[in-house]
């Protein structure tokens, strides 16, 4: 059985930082790539991070949203995937997803595998 929790969601100031943490167990082979997401109310799905397989990703693989800010990384020996995200903003504040599946791509639907999310509220 596959499953994608993630935990670390808090309310954090402007300026603070988080991590969010994703624990996937299961069909762990097709989970070749990672992906971080988040939706707010009424708003598209936005993709924050896509086609993380492990070590070091290209600054190509985050969102201009994001990019400079957050960091994604991964411990294979306690199958996590992290999101370090750094310098929140208002903006920022959201339900986030981590998604996994066998395609490279930054489009929702091609993930087959997600979390149930962890809501980031930044606020003073």
């Known amino acids: 059985q596959v499953q994608l929790v993630e935990s670390g969601g808090g309310s954090v100031q402007p300026g603070g930082s988080l991590t969010l943490s994703c624990a996937f167990s299961?069909?762990?082979?097709?989970?070749?790539?990672f992906a971080w997401f988040r939706q707010s109310p009424g708003k598209e799905r936005e993709v924050l991070v896509h086609?993380?397989?492990?070590?070091?990703?290209?600054?190509?693989g985050y969102a201009d949203s994001v990019k400079g800010r957050f960091t994604i990384s991964r411990d294979n020996a306690k199958n996590m995937v992290y999101l370090q995200m750094d310098n929140l903003k208002p903006e920022d504040t959201a339900m986030y997803y981590c998604a996994a599946g066998p395609r490279c791509t930054r489009l929702p639907e091609r993930y087959d595998y997600w979390g149930q999310g962890t809501q980031v509220t930044v606020s003073s």
């Open positions: 299961g069909d762990t082979p097709n989970m070749k790539y």
């Open positions: 086609c993380y397989s492990g070590g070091g990703l290209a600054t190509s």
